[in-house]
């Protein structure tokens, strides 16, 4: 019983995924839900099925199973613009299709369950970054994360002058913009994580995305939480923290607390086990 108690969470998370992919499958008539939503929910089940196992590659497993699916399957072989933009252009058309439901379920609305579980196991931009040699930051913060609203307001605005301008063939652009997209991101990201010695200084200063992901996990159901009476103030956690979160605080208000990526890392290192 112990033993099956302690996949329970796997299960439900399981379980979640599923109930979403049979829902939208039978909503929109649609069998592609069916398996995109059961793919990743499998892949996610898979990844804390190892965890828990204590497999020390689980959560790059994830990251590699559902980021290269979405960059590779449904970015180029589908042509479905995954990046904000795509999800300007098809809120803009009114399509509530792949991008918009992506968007609502991974960075809108799911992160009020699951924080931003998304960058830690799913994003394919940092599933490139994690190879990258600085998994812990060697530089501290700097102060222009302000920079992230700009990226998101050119991504606004490149989308909106498209339609202003009645651009034809517009699927095809986005396809495009799709290719240079990640090309520029993955450009930018590993420019700065080699300039800031931070494999994630992208998702801290530029990534357009983190303006829906940070308000909306500051609410996160799911956080990593510290039992005070164990903890001896060792400060290894925050040692290991690719996000620069003061994981011993426990309130929602903690310093870079909606920057917590959920990759278990504190987790695994308090010698306490306190969080
Ligand atoms: S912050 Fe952006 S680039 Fe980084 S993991 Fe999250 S979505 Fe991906
Ligand atoms: S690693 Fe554990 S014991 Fe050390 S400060 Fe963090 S929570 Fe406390
Ligand atoms: S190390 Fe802990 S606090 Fe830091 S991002 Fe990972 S799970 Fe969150």
């Known amino acids: 019983m112990n033993g099956i108690r302690k996949y329970l969470f796997s299960l439900i998370m399981l379980l979640i995924f599923e109930t979403v992919a049979v829902a939208l499958w039978l ?3 649609n069998l592609f839900y069916l398996f995109n939503f059961s793919y990743i ?28 699916y979405m960059l590779l399957y449904l970015g180029i072989v589908s042509g479905e613009n995954m990046q904000i933009e795509g999800f300007w252009y098809y809120l803009f058309t009114g399509v509530f299709e792949a991008a918009t439901i992506h968007y609502a379920v991974a960075k809108i609305f799911g992160p009020l369950l699951f ?16 190879f990258l040699p600085y998994k812990v930051p060697r530089q501290p913060r ?43 991101y993955y450009g930018a990201g590993i420019a700065l994580a080699f300039a800031f010695r931070d494999n994630r200084a992208f998702c801290k200063y530029l990534c357009p995305i983190t303006v829906f992901l940070k308000p909306m996990s500051y609410f996160s159901l799911i956080r990593v ?50 969080l």
Do not use: H
């Open 115 to 130: 924080g931003r579980g998304w960058c830690g196991y799913a994003c394919w931009t940092a599933m490139v970054l994690d």
């Open 27 to 29: 909503t929109k008539d």
């Open 142 to 184: 700097k102060k222009i994360g302000w920079l992230r609203y700009v990226t998101f307001a050119a991504s606004l605005v490149f989308v909106s002058a498209l339609f202003l301008a009645n651009v034809g063939n517009l699927e095809r652009i986005m396809f495009w913009a799709f290719i240079a997209g990640n090309v520029l």
């Open 225 to 274: 939480k510290c039992d005070k009476e164990k903890c001896v103030s060792c400060g290894k956690c925050r040692k290991v923290c690719p996000m620069d979160v003061d994981v011993t605080d426990n309130s929602r208000k903690r310093k870079n607390g909606t920057e917590c990526i959920l990759c278990m890392e504190c987790v695994k290192n308090c010698p306490k086990k306190a």
């Open 41 to 68: 929910g499998i892949s996610i089940a898979l990844g804390i099925f190892l965890y828990i196992r204590k497999y020390r590659y689980a959560r790059r497993i994830v990251q590699l199973l559902v980021g290269l």
